[in-house]
């Protein structure tokens, strides 16, 4: 019974200190080329992620912070927190569900991707800056 929420837990501070060091490293990333996902955040239910604090974000969010981040989606996978699972709906048919967590930087661009936003005419000097990644 406890199983999930301890997994949901450990993964929620793994993703805080993930964030915490993500924000030592400046508004500019240079991601490795062989970088590949952390085993802390491998073969995660959907439930324990959701459990841990996690939000859905969908396929056109999810290429629009990678337009404005210049990032791709295995940066977004090693550099944030982006995770991506997929479950099976039918035999042949399988489903994406992309999940990142609220606190990352790179939810600021969530806001440009959401009907109905507006930056408020800011400049990314005073408003709506995020990280971005440089290749």
């Known amino acids: 019974k406890l199983r999930q929420r301890y997994e949901a837990k450990r993964l929620e501070l793994y993703t805080l200190k993930q964030i915490a060091d993500g924000?030592?490293?400046?508004?500019?990333?240079?991601p490795d080329k062989d970088c590949a996902a952390?085993?802390?955040?491998?073969?995660?239910e959907l439930t324990v992620l959701r459990m841990a604090g996690?939000?859905?974000?969908s396929e056109k969010e999810e290429f629009?912070?990678?337009?404005?981040?210049?990032?791709?989606?295995?940066?977004l996978m090693c550099e944030f927190t982006l995770h991506v699972i997929v479950t099976?709906?039918?035999k042949k048919k399988h489903r994406r569900h992309l999940l990142i967590h609220p606190n990352d930087p790179v939810t600021s661009y969530l806001a440009l991707c959401r009907p109905g936003a507006t930056t408020g005419g800011q400049t990314n000097f005073f408003g709506l800056g995020g990280p971005i990644c440089s290749h």
């Open 23 to 30: 924000k030592k490293k400046g508004s500019i990333r240079t």
């Open 64 to 75: 629009c912070i990678q337009k404005h981040s210049q990032c791709t989606e295995r940066d």
């Open 38 to 44: 952390p085993k802390e955040t491998q073969g995660q």
């Open 88 to 90: 099976p709906e039918d």
């Open 54 to 57: 996690f939000m859905d974000i």
